[in-house]
T-cell receptor, first 109, second 116 residues
Framework: GEDVEQSLFLSVREGDSSVINCTYT??????LYWYKQEPGAGLQLLTY???NMDMKQDQRLTVLLNKKDKHLSLRIADTQTGDSAIYFC?????????WGAGTKLIIKP | DAGVIQSPRHEVTEMGQEVTLRCKPI?????LFWYRQTMMRGLELLIY????????DSGMPEDRFSAKMPNASFSTLKIQPSEPRDSAVYFC??????????????FGPGTRLTVT
């Protein structure tokens, strides 16, 4: 398909791990990205992964890439209330980024 | 670096009026993008500039929308005349599109436009 797909919502308890999933369209995409958008703010780049990598870790964030299945995931360890936001995945296609619709992460106390 | 700067942050205008949104990209970035975000349609790319030249404006909704980039540090998005359906958050983003870079885009805080 043409769309980058994400679930619209994910609800987790504070302190648990959050795993946000994304399927993308083009197995030849060189870069894949995760962005975070807090209410009333712009999109903030969280991390990106190059297609020759399977995993990238940055503090509480872990990105996993399965090129065969065109599946990307973002794991947030020890989820905090400040992680409440919409998370967008995107794939690079020529000069453009092709965006998912975003997953709203809801934190339960 | 101050990041991508957009102005105004909020704009309320009446239908039929001209609206001009402004963007200053990150210094040294050679690619600039204008996006529109709505609940219904999500994030839409309106236009892309590379080295101040419009490369792809296929996302511009109609002739009421126009964008310019007179130099590397300034771009405008103009809507004339504005309509209520133009109400949205408009984002500007910039990127260093040089060979070997990871092409990540950096977003401004957005302009929330309300057309009554």
């Amino acid at each position: 398909g043409e769309d980058v797909e994400q679930s619209l919502f994910l609800s987790v308890r504070e302190g648990d791990s959050s795993v946000i999933n994304c399927t993308y369209t083009d197995s030849s995409s060189t870069y894949l990205y995760w962005y975070k958008q807090e209410p009333g703010a712009g999109l903030q780049l969280l991390t990106y992964i190059f297609s020759n990598m399977d995993m990238k870790q940055d503090q509480r964030l872990t990105v996993l890439l399965n090129k065969k299945d065109k599946h990307l995931s973002l794991r947030i360890a020890d989820t905090q209330t400040g992680d409440s936001a919409i998370y967008f995945c995107a794939e690079r296609k020529a000069y453009q980024l092709i965006w998912g619709a975003g997953t709203k992460l809801i934190i339960k106390p | 670096d101050a990041g991508v700067i957009q102005s105004p942050r909020h704009e309320v205008t009446e239908m039929g009026q001209e609206v001009t949104l402004r963007c200053k990209p990150i210094s040294g970035h050679n690619s600039l993008f204008w996006y529109r975000q709505t609940m219904m349609r999500g994030l839409e790319l309106l236009i892309y500039f590379n080295n101040n030249v419009p490369i792809d404006d296929s996302g511009m909704p109609e002739d009421r929308f126009s964008a310019k980039m007179p130099n590397a540090s300034f771009s405008t998005l103009k809507i004339q005349p504005s309509e209520p359906r133009d109400s949205a958050v408009y984002f500007c983003a910039s990127s260093s599109g040089t060979s070997g870079s990871s092409y990540e885009q950096y977003f401004g805080p957005g302009t929330r436009l309300t057309v009554t």
